[in-house]
T-cell receptor, first 113, second 112 residues
Framework: RKEVEQDPGPFNVPEGATVAFNCTYS??????FFWYRQDCRKEPKLLMS???SGNEDGRFTAQLNRASQYISLLIRDSKLSDSATYLC??????????????FGQGTILTVHP | ETGVTQTPRHLVMGMTNKKSLKCEQH?????MYWYKQSAKKPLELMFV???????ENNSVPSRFSPECPNSSHLFLHLHTLQPEDSALYLC???????????FGPGTRLTVL
């Protein structure tokens, strides 16, 4: 089983649509969770951290279910500029002074006019 | 954004060449990372330096040799690479274990 598993897509949605991405992780001791965004031929950039209570940033909502080891990202009112690859990321730092990020394969989103 | 810079941005090398990738972070972080991103595969962590000491080496072949002379600079020395080493090499930095990792723009490496 992959440490972090995502549906690779691609997801093709019209502008204004709502789209949801899911991710599962295998290490129950994982400490922190993130969604990163990666544009074509660019570096990954942090989109948002994910907390157990759920968190929202504008049109983006992230949820974490530790019992099910499941993370989600919801994008409302999709924009053309949301087209990118969305990376589910898990940190298994485990008491170290540095991060140990494990990345999912990424979910490709294309928003069309 | 210039928090983490990498040079060169593109590199083409033969299998017998020796080259080095450079990373510099201007964020005052205490941990630096090398990742490899191959087509259709997730980012793979290669090396981690924490407080200038190598703390992780994820079964990376010895033809890749990292160096961290100080907390702001990280190098990846390359020699006798194989064509399958062609990939995007990304550097990142963070402050402490739970700090956000910030990535450089990457070096796109092609090995002929």
């Amino acid at each position: 089983r992959k440490e972090v598993e995502q549906d690779p897509g691609p997801f093709n949605v019209p502008e204004g649509a709502t789209v949801a991405f899911n991710c599962t992780y295998s290490n129950s001791a994982s400490q922190s969770f993130f969604w990163y965004r990666q544009d074509c031929r660019k570096e990954p950039k942090l989109l948002m951290s994910v907390y157990s209570s759920g968190n929202e940033d504008g049109r983006f909502t992230a949820q974490l279910n530790r019992a099910s080891q499941y993370i989600s990202l919801l994008i409302r009112d999709s924009k053309l500029s949301d087209s990118a690859t969305y990376l589910c990321v898990v940190n298994n730092a485990g008491g170290t002074s540095y991060g140990k990020l494990t990345f999912g394969q990424g979910t490709i989103l294309t928003v069309h006019p | 954004e210039t928090g983490v810079t990498q040079t060169p941005r593109h590199l083409v090398m033969g299998m017998t060449n020796k080259k080095s990738l450079k990373c510099e972070q201007h964020l005052g972080h205490n941990a630096m990372y090398w990742y490899k991103q191959s087509a259709k595969k997730p980012l793979e962590l290669m090396f981690v330096y924490s407080l200038e000491e190598r703390v992780e080496n994820n079964s990376v072949p010895s033809r890749f040799s990292p160096e961290c002379p100080n907390s702001s600079h990280l190098f990846l020395h390359l020699h006798t690479l194989q064509p399958e080493d062609s990939a995007l090499y990304l550097c990142a930095s963070s402050q402490e274990s739970v700090g956000t990792q910030y990535f450089g723009p990457g070096t796109r490496l092609t090995v002929l």
